[in-house]
C-alpha cells in the first residue's frame, strides 16, 4: 500500500499477500526533502525500502550486513549504515540519499565534482556510500569527534582537523575493491580547502 | 594512429551517473512485478540431495515457488559444470545451490530459503590440500599453455649450480569480492529471454544462455551497462544468471537474484592455494644457471581450474635451464577460477621472493641481480620481446624510490618500536588480444556513433575507446558517442585477461579508420540514417605473433614492522610499469594503483581458509576477510614508461588492469625481510605470524 502526499512521486505498489498488515506498520520518512507514507514490513531496512519501495537505487547492497559500506546514507545528518536499520523505527526520520546530496539544483555536491576531478572511482559500486560517508565524516569532525587517530591532547568540542591519517580512519568503514582510495582521499582534501 | 584524444586524461564519460547515483547495475532494474529469488546452499561438502521439502516455504505469504532439484527447468548439458544448477540431486561441494526460493520480496525470499528443509545422504569427503596427496596430477594445460615446460637439464644444472636456494612459498586461498554480489535480473517474453546481469562479458553470457535454454541467440538480449567490478570472478556466466532466468522462466515474472556477499566464494570461483618450491641455482656472478619453479594447487570434482602459477618463470630470467611445472589436486571443494592476474600474481609472489634470497645470499642488489638475468629472448619460447623495458622500470623506480641510498642489511633501521625496511620486485603479465567486432556510424549532425558489446567493469571502456574512435577518425573527442554493454551491440570478447581495451579497440580503429575513409570520398550531406561501417578483426587480432609479447613493471614498498603487535604497515608503494602506449592517463592510474592495493590486501590482510571438515570457507564475508580499507592504503605511486611496440595493434598498447597486483606482495614480503631479518614464506603477512616469528628469533 502506498499513500499519496503532495510533494511525493507515486510508486505503484501492488497489495499482495506478502505485505498484508499485521507484520506491517505505516511509517512516515523524509527522504532528500520529500515525505513519503508507506507501509512497511517490519523485516525490512532502509536500504530496501529506498532501493525497492521508492526506486532510489544509488544506495548500494555490497554485504547487506554493516561490513562494507556500500550502502551509507545520512539519516538526520548522521551518516549510518542503512542496510542494519529497520525501516520501522525510523519514523519522522529525515533521510539523504547519494541522489539527494545534491540539492534540487543540476549542480551536483562539490564532493561529487571532486570525486569525478580525481577519478576517485572505477566501478562506481562503492561510490555512493563513499560520498554520503564523507558527507557525514566532515560533520562529525567539525562537531569536534575524535577518531582511533587524533592526538589525545586535542581539545575536545572544537573541529578536528582532517589531514590524511584522520580522512583514511574515518572513512575506514568504506570499502573498495577498485582500490580507489589514495584518490577518494584527494577529493575529500580538495572540498575541505 | 596519430591524433591528440590517445593518452590525454580523458574524465570517465559514465562518471557523473556514478556519483549521483543514476547508474544502474543488474538488480536495479525494477521492472513491474518483478519478484526476488533467494538460494538454499547445500549444507553437506559431499553427497546427495534426496528430499527437498519446501510445504512451509511455499505455505509463507507472498511465495512464489521453491525450484530443486526434482522440478528446476531442464537445460542442456553445459560446458562449464558449475552451470549446471538444480539438475540432478548431487552435491559436488559445500555450499553447492540445492533449491531457490522465489518470492514477492526480498524479505519473503530469504525466510523461505530459510524454511526449505533439504535431507542428504552425505558421503565421505576430501577437502584438506597437502602437496605431498598421491591424487595431485600433472594437468596437461595450465592457463590454456602446457602444464609443463622444461628447457636444458634443471635437476642436474641445480645440482650442480655454485650458489642454490631451495625454498618453498605458500599462498592461500583469496576471494575476488567484487563490491557489486553477482547479480541478475531475468525476465521473459514468450521465448524471448532479457537478462540485465552483472558480467564481463555479455557476448559470452548470450551465447551460454542459448544452449542452455536451447535459444537463437537472438532470442536473448543481455544487459550488463554497468559492473560493480569482478576481477575475473565474473569472466564468464555463474549460476546467477542461469537461476535467475530459470526462475523468470518457472514463475512467468521477472526475477532478481542477488547473491549474498556470505555466499560468494562458495559458487563464483576463487583464487586456489598454491604451495610453491622454488629452486635457484646461480654462478657466483650472479647468473642464473637453473631455475625450478614447481606448483601444487587445487580444484573441484566440477571442473579442472589450475592456478598457472609457474607460467611467469616461463617469461622472466635468463638461464639454461628451466622447469616450470604444476600439479594439481581435485578436491571436494568450491571450484576455483580466475582471480586478477591469476597465475602472475601469486607465482611471482613465489619467484620474486626467492629472486631476493639469491641475492641475500650472493650479496648482491636485488634490482642489479635482475638486471644482470635479463633474457635476450622469452627463455621457454625463444622468441625475441616485441619490447621489454624491465630493466628500465627497475632503475627508474630504483631512481624515484631513493633506492641508492638503502642500507642493504637486514634490520638496520629501527625508529622507536618500528623496524623499517625496503624491497623490490618485478612484475609481468603477457599481452592477450581477442577478436571482435564494432560499428562506427557517421551522423548528418557531425556526430559520430561508436558501438561494442564491451563491458565497463570500472576500467573506463567507454572513455577510452571513444578516444580511439576520435583518434581513427581525425575529430574532437566530443563528437564521439560510445554504446557498450548490450547484446544488441556487435558482439566482442570480455574484460578479462588484460585484453579488452587492445581487442575493442584494435575494432574499433578499424571501423572508425574504414568510415574516415568513406567520408573522405563522400560529396554532399549524408543521408538521414547515416553511414555505417563494421569491423572483425577476426584472423588479424588472433593471428600468431612472432614475438613474445608481454607487459613489465617495477615494484617498490617501504614497509614499517610493530615490534610490539607484530603489525606491518606499508608507507610508501611505488610502481613503474612499461606497457606500451598508454591510452587514458587518468583511467590508466586508477587501474595500475587499484590493483597495487589488492597487492597490497593479498600481502598483508587476505586470508581464506578451506576447513577441512566443512569442506567450504571459513572466512566467507567482508567481516571476516579482510580486503584493504582506507586506513591501510598510503599514497600509491604508479607511473609509466611510454613505450613504442609496433609489434601489438594498432594503439600500440598493452594491457594494463593485471600487472599492477603482479609483484607487489613480494615487494612487501621482501621489505619485511629487510627490515626484520626474518624470511616469511607464507601469506598473508598478519600480526600474529610477524609477531610470533619476532619473538622466537628475537
Known sequence: MYTESPAVRKVPRAMTSANRPGHHSEVTLRVNGKPHTLLVDHRRVLLDLLREDLDLTGAKKGCDHGQCGACTVLVDGRRLNSCLLLAVTLDGSEVTTVEGLGGHGEEPHPLQRAFLDRDALQCGYCTPGQLCSAVGMLTEAAAGHPSHVTDPATPSGRPVPLDRPEIRERMSGNLCRCGAYPRIVEAVEDVIR | MTGTNLGAPAERREGRQKVTGAARYAAEYTLPGRAHAWPVPAAVPRGRVTAVDTSAALALPGVLAVLTPGDAPRLAEPEDGTLAVLQDPDVPHRGWCVALAVAETLETARAAARAVRVTYDRKPHHADFTEADPDAYEPDEAGGQAGRVERGDPEAAYAAAGVRVDVTYRVPPLHNHPMEPHASTAHWDGDRLTVYTSSQGGTAVRSVLAQLFGLDEEGITVVAEHVGGGFGSKGTPRPD????????????????????????????????????????????????????????????????????????????????????????????????????????????????????????????????????????????????????????????????????????????????????????????????????TASAQALPDGTFTVRINAADIGTGARTVLAQVAADALGVPLDRVRTEVGRSDLPPAPLAGGSMGTASWGWAVHEACAELACRLAGHTGPLPVEGIEVRADTAGKADADSPYARHAFGAQFAEVAVDTVTGETRVRRLLGVFAAGHILNARTARSQFTGAMTMGLGMALTEHSTLDAVFGDFAEPDLAAYHVPAHADVPDIEADWLDEDDPHLNPMGSKGIGEIGIVGTAAAVGNAVHHATGIRFRELPLTPDRVLTALLSEG
Open chain 2, 241 to 436: 544468471v542461469v537461476l535467475a532466468a530459470m526462475a523468470a522462466r518457472h514463475t512467468g515474472r521477472p526475477v532478481t537474484l542477488a547473491l549474498p556477499r556470505r555466499y560468494l566464494p562458495d559458487v563464483v570461483g576463487h583464487r586456489a592455494p598454491t604451495v610453491q618450491r622454488l629452486r635457484l641455482g646461480a654462478d657466483p656472478d650472479g647468473r642464473l644457471t637453473a631455475l625450478l619453479h614447481e606448483v601444487t594447487t587445487h580444484t573441484s570434482r566440477v571442473k579442472e581450474f589450475v592456478e598457472y602459477a609457474a607460467v611467469p618463470s616461463r617469461v622472466m630470467y635468463a638461464t639454461p635451464a628451466l622447469r616450470s611445472a604444476h600439479r594439481v589436486l581435485p578436491l571436494d571443494v568450491p571450484s576455483p577460477s580466475w582471480m586478477r592476474a591469476p597465475g602472475e600474481a601469486p607465482g611471482m609472489y613465489a619467484l620474486e621472493s626467492a629472486v631476493d634470497e639469491l641475492a641475500g645470499v650472493l650479496g648482491t642488489d636485488p634490482v642489479e641481480l635482475r638486471i644482470r638475468n635479463e633474457p635476450d629472448r622469452e627463455p621457454a619460447s625463444g622468441k625475441p620481446f616485441s619490447s621489454r623495458h624491465l630493466a628500465e622500470c627497475l632503475r627508474e623506480g630504483a631512481r624515484r624510490f631513493g633506492w641508492a641510498e638503502r642500507d642493504p642489511r637486514p634490520g638496520a633501521r629501527r625508529e622507536g618500536p618500528f623496524l623499517l625496511g625496503t624491497g623490490v620486485a618485478a612484475a609481468t603479465y603477457p599481452v592477450q588480444v581477442a577478436p571482435s
